[in-house]
């Protein structure tokens, strides 16, 4: 991940966060308990929001960011462990964790059906998977505008991609999807989802 994007995410966020993404944030996180599994957890945005949970696995690759994270993790409500690691080979034995949080990273994984199925693996039977996620809006000249600024974006936002249909390769995973939520002219939804297996 590019130095710049690293060191400044929390400042170029921090507005958004403020004012539309903290509340779903809390809304989809707070009630999780358990073991709960984090992908991606970047600079620790999530943390505070883990209101109920037992023990939090945060799971991010880029050093910087999970340095920036340590001082939500030590002032968090629960237990939150921030480990090196990466979406599609997760370093955990099936079934460990009751729930897994994934939270606008599903744009940057590589390999994002191979991620879904380590998730699927490594969370419990009827387990929750929940997702707050930015997609490709369909059937709209927007969605044709992020199918063209996906390739400069990749590069500004180290990988990111505008343009993925994440609620498909959800739904292709196995993963039951219960209930959709949509944010901000459908460009960001919530999925709550449940580990069928």
Excluded at 53 to 78: C, D
Excluded at 87 to 106: G, N, Y
């Amino acid at each position: 991940m590019s130095t710049f994007f690293t060191r400044y995410y929390d400042a170029l966020m921090g507005p958004l966060e403020r004012r539309r993404f903290g509340p779903i944030r809390r809304k989809l996180l707070a009630g999780l308990k358990g073991r709960v599994l984090e992908i991606g957890s970047g600079t620790g945005i999530n943390f505070p929001y883990y209101e109920d949970a037992a023990h939090v696995t945060a799971i991010e690759p880029e050093a910087a960011m999970r340095a920036q994270s340590l001082g939500r993790a030590e002032k968090a409500r629960a237990v939150i462990e921030v480990i090196p690691g990466d979406a599609e080979r997760l370093p955990f034995p099936d079934s460990t964790f009751d729930s897994v949080a994934v939270t606008l990273v599903m744009c940057t994984i590589p390999d994002p059906v191979k991620a879904l199925a380590e998730i699927r693996r490594v969370c419990k039977p009827e387990g929750e998977v929940l997702f707050f996620e930015h997609v490709r809006l369909e059937g709209s000249f927007l969605g044709t505008v992020q199918d063209w600024l996906t390739p400069v974006w990749k590069r500004l936002c180290d990988g990111c991609h505008l343009n993925r249909n994440t609620l498909q390769l959800i739904d292709n995973s196995g993963l039951e999807i219960l209930n959709v939520e949509r944010h901000y002219n459908d460009i960001f939804l919530v999925a709550y989802t449940l580990n069928r297996k």
